[in-house]
């Protein structure tokens, strides 16, 4: 039989000598106890303690010492751990649904009365419907509705019982018990419900087709009006009732169900109305509508009263030389600038900024060679060369002419996805999103204003998700796949580091979904992302702009930016009770004596240099932690990338070291109106000191780290000051030394990084980023990879690459330093960029076709084997499905028919007393299948003999196996139905579990039984 137990075996033991009848086995002719035992081990699976009661029977039980079996891992899980029984009760009820729904099946195809009645109740029912009631409305539903009650008894009670019971369990044995008990209950809800609803609907139609053969067609269709008037609009009496009534069965079903799944919050418990909804929209449009003036200000500048956009650099200029380009024309701004310049010309010219010499000194750690080889690479010119070719590239698309390519794609998209089986779904995670887009579809109807307040949301989200269908379409789709994929693997890879530090993910990001990308006319904001509006609109959407589509080089640093913007902000962003002690400590730590110096703010007055940089600070809270947690993940690209989008935008090329301030953009966290970007000079130098305090000092990062400070100096315009001119009061202005506001960043990068927060459960945001080493490590083989597949023309199946080895993040992080190392080798921007664009997308095609490793899905169904050794995930599981069961009756359009039918056939189960989960019947039907262990009997009851085996179980005959009947039969005890008394043929289970889990070999022995007599032998022996 194998190895069995640790007992010694060498010599015979007292059970061996009582088995076999003497001391000699080969000899020895078996007595009576060996027969029961031997039959009792070979043929049957005992439960309890037969071997033991049998010994008990014979006087031997006073020498028999304590046994603690621990046959398998599983039974010592489950006898020690009641968070584990019910881990392994979920995983195995979950399993025995699928036997349950065989066993509901055949007992009503052996029962076929039976099935009949209660079929023909809900066919009646059906008919009742119909007849009664208008076809739809809330008169149908809340009269349907009313069934809940046996689709959540059906449901929960074999759940609840399943659970109490193996809650005390004492062994496997019993929670596999009260598993089938479970599973059956879920199996007959399936059963039922499945053809509870087709037989309903035949109802339906009989009703239908009945009452026009009697009424006529026109008479019938009067009395259809009549019916939903009368039961369905709040004029009548009855109709405002059963509106109330189902918004109440709607309220509670939804409470329960986010209950069940742990969704249960503010928001939940007040479920928002209508009117809130709106206000909400209307308020995140009008945020949606900042964020966009924002960027216009900050991308192209202000519109002349001709409607010309004059550019960021030109709008700050002329607000600091006193005039407002608001009120200009732009031929009087052609003048003005003309006039300015010639003035300028004629000044002596200061030195120039720009001319220091790139520092080349190897950082500690370092080499001259790789110092030279970065400082090739970040080499500002070849920069601005590939922010003019960006500037050509997004000026070759008219705004006429994105939008049509935005209209034939978004016409042929979905057709496409209706014949092309293969499609790229978007994962179930975004299902609440598409609930919600439903709820607010209905409720605007047709209301012009209700939509235009969720218009733009509309069209991004169909936007979205077109581009997503068509990934295999043309090059919008399999960009937009990309950077799906790209913020997935960032989601996932975040998921995956919050568990490893025991930060509860799930709870974590229970409201985020990671952002879905679009490609689409952007109306000149430029990359940005319309936020979340929790609770209407749960899902965050990154636009990448339609002129941007060729410039995909600029993904990976740009997007690292807009991942982390509202995806990770609310996580990242410092809560109340610490943000004014951590900010002003900060800037405190950085301006020391400086803090305390007065500084005149255009509209404000005076204010300390702390409090005007803590507002500085605070404006730019959003854009700079995005800043910070995209250079974590992409390292130095978010600068390069960044620089040359910046650089492209500027009238002069240059980065920028002046910003604007004003009324128009002031909020209650943005008092003084600061545009809420980081000045151009600024971004790169706090990208630059993330890569210091993330790169545990690996010399590659330190001499990008250095050669990105070098950038923002040699790439600005040069300027000793930071500028922020009045918008409200041209010709004033607030001034502050860089040094200065420099000095905070690393106070400030620092602070961002370590500071424990409330969001990750007193963890740092430091705990939950990526190792920069080895993500840096990967991008730099990767892109040398591709300069030397580009500058030799090698095929571009030769390049080793797989998806295994590098992930989608890694692959878009390297196109831009291999742009940069392309530049440096002569080739021109223009060729840099087409090649770049070659070898990334086919390098990207393996992810769409061979799938992304790299992801989990965003609601990760968990293994049998995680949920058996994580039992309170196993429970949340649980919930969770049940929830999703009663939420997709609330959501589902056919909900009252599924829910009459069903309600139908419990209610025939009920009145013919048929297989009810919960009730006597089902419990004594589980209490014979589970064929306990006797009970005992006294040693003395037989006078010193053996107790036979059938006095102490009825249920088993004189051999101890179970009665041998065609099923097993219960006697269903008065009280119980009026079938009582009368015996209930129930289909012997299914039983997946108890002979394969756990190693058991699918045997008649009991290793069980057979250890504990081993045991038992061995402790009468000594």
């Given at each position: 039989m194998g190895d069995t137990g640790d007992t010694a075996t060498t010599s015979k033991s007292r059970s061996q000598e009582v088995l076999m009848g003497g001391n000699d086995a080969k000899d020895a002719q078996p007595n009576a106890l060996q027969a029961q035992a031997n039959d009792l081990l070979l043929n049957v699976r005992p439960e309890g303690d037969r071997?033991?009661?049998?010994?008990?029977?014979?006087?031997?039980?006073?020498?028999?010492?304590?046994?603690?079996?621990?046959?398998?891992?599983?039974?010592?899980?489950?006898?020690?751990?009641?968070?584990?029984?019910?881990?392994?009760?979920?995983?195995?009820?979950?399993?025995?649904?699928?036997?349950?729904?065989?066993n509901t099946a055949l007992h009503d195809i052996t029962h076929p009365v039976q099935a009949i009645e209660k079929g023909s109740t809900a066919l009646a029912l059906g008919v009742a419907m119909r007849i009664a009631l208008p076809k739809a409305g809330a008169a149908r539903a809340a009269a349907a509705t009313a069934f809940t009650y046996f689709m959540v008894r059906d449901a929960a009670v074999p759940v609840a019982k399943g659970f109490s019971e193996a809650w005390d369990a004492k062994d496997h044995a019993q929670v596999n018990a009260a598993a089938q008990k479970m599973g059956d209950g879920l199996g007959m809800f399936a059963w039922d419900s499945y053809w509870g609803m087709k037989i309903a609907m035949h109802g339906e139609r009989l009703g239908e087709k009945g009452m026009k053969g009697i009424l006529g067609e026109q008479k019938f269709n009067a009395f259809e009006t009549a019916k939903g008037d009368y039961l369905g609009s709040d004029k009548y009496f009855f109709g405002r009732q059963i509106n109330r009534l189902g918004n109440a069965v709607d309220k509670g079903t939804q409470t329960l169900a986010d209950k069940l799944s742990g969704r249960l919050n503010s928001a939940k418990e007040n479920p928002l109305t209508f009117e809130q909804k709106m206000a909400k929209a209307q308020e995140a449009h009008g945020e949606y509508e900042g964020i966009l003036h924002s960027h216009n200000m900050h991308k192209h500048g202000i519109r002349t009263t001709d409607g010309k956009e004059i550019g960021f650099d030109q709008t700050i200029g002329?607000?600091?030389?006193?005039?407002?380009?608001?009120?200009?024309?732009?031929?009087?701004?052609?003048?003005?600038?003309?006039?300015?310049?010639?003035?300028?010309?004629?000044?002596?010219?200061?030195?120039?900024?720009?001319?220091?010499?790139?520092?080349?000194?190897?950082?500690?750690?370092s080499t001259p060679e790789l110092a030279a080889r970065i400082a090739a690479?970040?080499?500002?010119?070849?920069?601005?060369?590939?922010?003019?070719?960006?500037?050509?590239?997004?000026?070759?698309?008219?705004?006429?002419?994105?939008?049509?390519?935005?209209?034939?794609?978004?016409?042929?998209?979905?057709?496409?996805?209706?014949?092309?089986?293969?499609?790229?779904?978007?994962?179930?995670?975004?299902?609440?999103?598409?609930?919600?887009?439903?709820?607010?579809?209905?409720?605007?109807?047709?209301?012009?204003?209700?939509?235009?307040?969720?218009?733009?949301?509309?069209?991004?989200?169909?936007?979205?998700?077109?581009?997503?269908?068509?990934?295999?379409?043309?090059?919008?789709?399999?960009n937009v796949h990309s950077m799906n994929l790209f913020s997935l693997e960032l989601y996932t890879g975040s998921k995956t580091r919050m568990n490893q530090k025991n930060i509860p993910a799930d709870e974590v990001l229970s409201a985020k979904n990671p952002p879905l990308n679009l490609v689409a006319r952007d109306n000149g904001a430029g990359p940005h992302t319309i936020p979340e509006i929790q609770g209407v609109w749960d899902v965050d959407l990154v636009q990448w702009p339609r002129n941007m589509q060729s410039l995909r080089m600029l993904r990976a640093g740009i997007n690292g930016h807009e991942n982390n913007h509202n995806q990770y902000g609310g996580i990242m962003r410092f809560p109340d009770s610490i943000r004014e002690q951590v900010i002003n400590g900060t800037v405190r730590k950085a301006l020391g004596e400086k803090a305390n110096e007065m500084v005149d703010v255009p509209g404000h007055g005076k204010m300390s240099k702390l409090d005007l940089v803590i507002g500085i600070l605070k404006a730019q809270a959003n854009e700079n932690t995005a800043d910070i947690g995209g250079a974590a993940y992409t390292g130095p690209n978010g600068a390069t990338t960044l620089g040359v989008l910046l650089q492209a935008l500027r009238q002069d090329g240059k980065l920028e070291t002046r910003n604007v301030f004003g009324k128009e953009m002031a909020n209650a966290e943005n008092p003084m109106g600061i545009e809420v970007h980081s000045i151009d000079t600024f971004r790169p130098k706090l990208i630059a000191e993330v890569l210091r305090q993330r790169g545990e000092g690996d010399p590659l990062i330190m001499e990008y780290a250095k050669q990105l400070d070098a950038y923002a100096e040699v790439g600005s315009r040069g300027e000793k000051d930071y500028v922020w001119a009045s918008i409200d009061n041209p010709g004033q202005k607030i001034t502050i030394s860089r040094a200065e506001l420099d000095a905070v960043i690393p106070h400030l990068v620092s602070a961002q990084l370590n500071t424990p927060l409330d969001a990750l459960k007193g963890k740092?945001?430091?705990?939950?980023?990526?190792?920069?080493?080895?993500?840096?490590?990967?991008?730099?083989?990767?892109?040398?990879?591709?300069?030397?597949?580009?500058?030799?023309?090698?095929?571009?199946?030769?390049?080793?690459?797989?998806?295994?080895?590098?992930?989608?993040?890694?692959?878009?992080?390297?196109?831009?330093?291999?742009?940069?190392?392309?530049?440096?080798?002569?080739?021109?921007?223009?060729?840099?960029?087409?090649?770049?664009?070659?070898?990334?997308?086919?390098?990207?095609?393996?992810?769409?076709?061979?799938?992304?490793?790299?992801?989990?899905?965003?609601?990760?169904?968990?293994?049998?084997?995680?949920?058996?050794?994580?039992?309170?995930?196993?429970?949340?599981?649980?919930?969770?499905?049940?929830?999703?069961?009663?939420?997709?009756?609330?959501?589902?359009?056919?909900?009252?028919?599924?829910?009459?039918?069903?309600?139908?056939?419990?209610?025939?189960?009920?009145?013919?007393?048929?297989?009810?989960?919960?009730?006597?019947?089902?419990?004594?039907?589980?209490?014979?299948?589970?064929?306990?262990g006797a009970t005992p009997v006294a040693a003395d009851a037989t006078g010193g003999g053996i107790a036979p085996v059938e006095a102490q179980d009825p249920n088993r005959d004189t051999k101890g196996r179970p009665v041998d009947l065609p099923?097993?039969?219960?006697?269903?005890?008065?009280?119980?139905?009026?079938?009582?008394?009368?015996?209930?043929?129930?289909?012997?289970?299914?039983?997946?579990?108890?002979?394969?889990?756990?190693?058991?070999?699918?045997s008649t022995i009991d290793y069980n039984e057979l250890r504990r007599m081993q045991q038992q032998g061995e402790g009468l022996r000594k």
């Open positions: 071997v033991q009661n049998i010994l008990r029977a014979n006087g031997l039980d006073g020498n028999v010492a304590p046994v603690d079996p621990k046959t398998t891992a599983l039974d010592h899980i489950v006898e020690n751990n009641r968070l584990a029984r019910l881990g392994l009760l979920t995983v195995e009820g979950a399993g025995y649904a699928v036997p349950g729904v065989v002329i607000f600091l030389a006193g005039k407002d380009p608001r009120k200009m024309t732009s031929e009087q701004i052609s003048e003005f600038v003309k006039a300015e310049g010639e003035a300028a010309a004629a000044k002596p010219k200061p030195a120039d900024a720009t001319a220091k010499p790139t520092d080349n000194t190897p950082v500690p750690g690479e970040i080499n500002p010119k070849n920069i601005e060369l590939l922010a003019k070719m960006a500037k050509d590239e997004m000026n070759k698309l008219t705004d006429e002419q994105q939008q049509v390519i935005d209209l034939v794609e978004g016409s042929v998209g979905p057709v496409h996805a209706a014949l092309n089986p293969n499609h790229k779904a978007l994962d179930p995670g975004y299902r609440e999103w598409l609930t919600q887009m439903v709820g607010l579809a209905n409720e605007v109807g047709g209301d012009t204003q209700k939509l235009q307040q969720v218009a733009p949301l509309f069209f991004r989200g169909r936007d979205a998700a077109i581009g997503q269908m068509s990934a295999d379409l043309g090059p919008t789709g399999a740092t945001f430091a705990d939950i980023l990526p190792h920069l080493p080895t993500e840096m490590k990967k991008m730099d083989q990767l892109s040398n990879l591709m300069v030397d597949a580009i500058v030799n023309k090698k095929p571009l199946e030769s390049i080793p690459f797989n998806t295994q080895d590098y992930t989608m993040i890694q692959l878009q992080n390297s196109a831009m330093p291999t742009a940069l190392r392309l530049m440096d080798k002569g080739m021109t921007a223009e060729q840099v960029n087409a090649e770049v664009n070659r070898v990334s997308d086919f390098l990207e095609m393996q992810f769409h076709t061979k799938g992304d490793p790299h992801i989990a899905p965003i609601n990760a169904k968990p293994s049998i084997a995680q949920l058996a050794l994580n039992p309170s995930l196993a429970a949340r599981q649980t919930g969770k499905s049940l929830s999703n069961a009663i939420s997709g009756v609330r959501d589902w359009s056919g909900r009252d028919r599924f829910i009459y039918g069903y309600g139908g056939m419990a209610m025939g189960r009920d009145m013919f007393s048929t297989y009810v989960p919960g009730s006597q019947v089902q419990s004594l039907i589980n209490e014979g299948r589970k064929q306990a099923a097993d039969k219960v006697v269903v005890p008065n009280g119980d139905g009026k079938n009582a008394g009368s015996p209930r043929d129930i289909p012997k289970p299914v039983d997946p579990w108890m002979k394969g889990l756990s190693d058991r070999k699918p």
